[in-house]
């Protein structure tokens, strides 16, 4: 089939509603197809998706067991609402509950969804309803999808750069939503000094100022996807304690870094004898071949609202296709072992990314576990080469932001790997990428990085 990629622009350009970039900036870059690690531009141009896009297509693109499912399944199935059962809800719950999570036993029940920001909703509903209680805390740094209150990543948060000004920024009015309380971000994995953690004692001391009694829970990534931070080794224990002396629940938000992504089966599991209350769960449970979203609750929890008469429902809950392409990732996943590729292909990209570090005097640290690294650019000086780091509104000039101008020297080889926060470059391959592939990203980020050593290093 042959298409006409420049009408396909002009309707692009004229009638989709875009996010992030302004009209007098976007840049039409067009996929024409995908196939396993790799998708292909409407100009031809093949490119290695070295992101799994958002640090969401954790099974790379159109992998056979998840289509060869959902094409059985589309047999039989199209939408069934949530008041009628459906084969694949029921194995899907089955394989998030006994198969990933069985040894534990904490957790009793799952809810499928269409989307993260559905799933963290949910989970922040239910910790209300469940406690009698209003005040969710939530990081600085976070980002749990689309949504006001339990989203603080500054700059990404539905907020807008007006077109008369893209130097400034104009929050949501009303933010935070009332009965959201940010709390410190973690401190990174290599901080040094000794004692408490202070983000922990910050913490405690605002719950202390609110009170136990008026929080329903905290919402936590174990590794923060948007700002790329994998936190200090005594921070999630610590931030349990306190939930668990001062008596509110945890939210554990899994979207980005749960079913494997960062070597274990959720990324809560680094910290043994640490279990959430609830998990918002997402990408990987079915590597986003189609929308996904799920709550995991724990059994004091599920059993609750299971015994309750609970009026809560969404026209795609359970949604048998979804559920099917769950079902073909996660059984696939457990056949293959693909948790020991992940741990195998995560210690060969922690390995060259060492051997880059020592390298390259921009690059200040590297952190993460599994398949999901963040690399942190730094000046002469060792500081962020963007002051504002992390609380960056994304005002100004963002091409020359040190993530977009890797983003841009990788593309130029081939190789989709960039950033989202200015200073930070994130490494999430296809939990299928091969050894050489790795080689073959990790070179381009080599190069890209002699680029940023000569501009913000040596001048």
Same mark, same amino acid.
């Given at each position: 089939m042959t298409r006409d990629w420049q009408e396909l622009e002009k309707w692009d350009r004229a009638y989709y509603l875009?996010? *992030?970039?302004?009209?007098?900036?976007?840049?039409?870059?067009?996929?024409?197809?995908?196939?396993?690690?790799?998708?292909?531009?409407? =100009?031809?141009?093949?490119? +290695?998706?070295?992101?799994? @896009?958002?640090?969401? =297509? #954790? /099974?790379?693109?159109?992998?056979?067991?998840?289509?060869?499912? +959902? &094409?059985?399944? /589309?047999?039989?199935?199209?939408?069934?609402?949530?008041?009628?059962?459906?084969?694949?809800?029921?194995?899907?719950?089955? +394989?998030?509950?006994?198969?990933?999570?069985?040894?534990?036993?904490?957790?009793?029940?799952?809810?499928?969804?269409? #989307?993260?920001? =559905?799933? *963290?909703?949910?989970?922040?509903?239910?910790?209300?309803?469940?406690?009698?209680?209003?005040?969710?805390?939530? @990081?600085?740094?976070?980002?749990?999808?689309? *949504?006001?209150?339990?989203? /603080?990543?500054?700059?990404?948060?539905?907020?807008?750069?007006?077109?008369? &000004?893209?130097?400034? *920024? @104009?929050?949501?009015?009303?933010?935070?939503?009332?009965?959201?309380?940010?709390?410190?971000?973690?401190?990174?994995?290599?901080?040094?000094?000794?004692?408490?953690?202070? #983000?922990?004692?910050?913490?405690?001391?605002?719950?202390?100022?609110?009170?136990?009694?008026?929080?329903?829970a905290v919402i936590t990534e174990p590794m923060l996807g948007g700002a790329g931070t994998f936190p200090h080794r005594d921070y999630t224990a610590g931030l349990r304690d306190i939930s668990k002396r001062h008596g509110f629940l945890w939210i554990d938000d899994e979207v980005i870094c749960g079913v494997g992504r960062l070597g274990e089966w959720f990324g809560y599991m680094h910290w043994p004898g640490v279990e959430p209350d609830l998990i918002a769960a997402g990408k990987g449970l079915n590597g986003s071949a189609l929308p996904v979203g799920a709550v995991i609750a724990s059994k004091e929890i599920s059993e609750h609202f299971e015994t309750a008469r609970w009026w809560s429902g969404s026209t795609w809950d359970g949604h048998p296709l979804i559920c099917a392409t769950i079902v073909g990732n996660l059984e696939y996943m457990l056949a293959n072992d693909i948790l020991q590729q992940v741990r195998q292909r995560g210690a060969y990209l922690k390995e060259r990314l060492d051997s880059i570090q020592a390298k390259h005097p921009s690059v200040g640290r590297v952190s993460g576990r599994g398949l999901f690294y963040t690399v942190d650019l730094v000046n002469g000086e060792g500081a962020p080469i963007v002051p504002e780091d992390r609380n960056s509104a994304f005002t100004g000039d963002l091409a020359n932001m040190p993530n977009n101008i890797i983003a841009g020297e990788n593309a130029k080889r081939g190789v989709f790997l960039g950033g989202f926060t200015p200073n930070t470059i994130k490494l999430g391959p296809p939990f299928t990428i091969t050894q050489d592939e790795i080689d073959l990203a990790l070179d381009s980020f080599d190069q890209a990085l002699d680029v940023i050593d000569e501009k913000f290093v040596k001048s």
């Amino acid at each position: 089939m042959t298409r006409d990629w420049q009408e396909l622009e002009k309707w692009d350009r004229a009638y989709y509603l875009h996010g *992030v970039q302004a009209a007098s900036e976007h840049q039409y870059t067009a996929v024409d197809s995908m196939d396993g690690n790799w998708f292909t531009l409407a =100009d031809g141009t093949r490119m +290695l998706d070295f992101m799994s @896009q958002l640090i969401s =297509d #954790s /099974m790379g693109h159109r992998h056979p067991a998840i289509h060869a499912e +959902l &094409s059985r399944a /589309m047999e039989r199935y199209g939408h069934a609402y949530f008041g009628l059962a459906n084969e694949y809800r029921a194995r899907a719950a089955k +394989l998030i509950i006994e198969n990933l999570l069985g040894e534990s036993a904490w957790a009793g029940r799952a809810r499928i969804f269409s #989307s993260g920001t =559905d799933a *963290v909703e949910s989970c922040i509903t239910m910790a209300r309803l469940y406690t009698g209680k209003s005040v969710i805390l939530t @990081q600085a740094h976070s980002f749990h999808g689309m *949504v006001m209150g339990s989203t /603080m990543m500054r700059g990404y948060r539905a907020n807008i750069s007006p077109a008369s &000004s893209f130097d400034k *920024v @104009q929050d949501i009015p009303g933010f935070p939503a009332p009965g959201y309380i940010p709390i410190p971000a973690p401190e990174f994995e290599d901080w040094d000094g000794s004692g408490r953690l202070p #983000s922990l004692e910050a913490t405690e001391q605002i719950v202390n100022a609110i009170g136990g009694e008026n929080i329903a829970a905290v919402i936590t990534e174990p590794m923060l996807g948007g700002a790329g931070t994998f936190p200090h080794r005594d921070y999630t224990a610590g931030l349990r304690d306190i939930s668990k002396r001062h008596g509110f629940l945890w939210i554990d938000d899994e979207v980005i870094c749960g079913v494997g992504r960062l070597g274990e089966w959720f990324g809560y599991m680094h910290w043994p004898g640490v279990e959430p209350d609830l998990i918002a769960a997402g990408k990987g449970l079915n590597g986003s071949a189609l929308p996904v979203g799920a709550v995991i609750a724990s059994k004091e929890i599920s059993e609750h609202f299971e015994t309750a008469r609970w009026w809560s429902g969404s026209t795609w809950d359970g949604h048998p296709l979804i559920c099917a392409t769950i079902v073909g990732n996660l059984e696939y996943m457990l056949a293959n072992d693909i948790l020991q590729q992940v741990r195998q292909r995560g210690a060969y990209l922690k390995e060259r990314l060492d051997s880059i570090q020592a390298k390259h005097p921009s690059v200040g640290r590297v952190s993460g576990r599994g398949l999901f690294y963040t690399v942190d650019l730094v000046n002469g000086e060792g500081a962020p080469i963007v002051p504002e780091d992390r609380n960056s509104a994304f005002t100004g000039d963002l091409a020359n932001m040190p993530n977009n101008i890797i983003a841009g020297e990788n593309a130029k080889r081939g190789v989709f790997l960039g950033g989202f926060t200015p200073n930070t470059i994130k490494l999430g391959p296809p939990f299928t990428i091969t050894q050489d592939e790795i080689d073959l990203a990790l070179d381009s980020f080599d190069q890209a990085l002699d680029v940023i050593d000569e501009k913000f290093v040596k001048s």
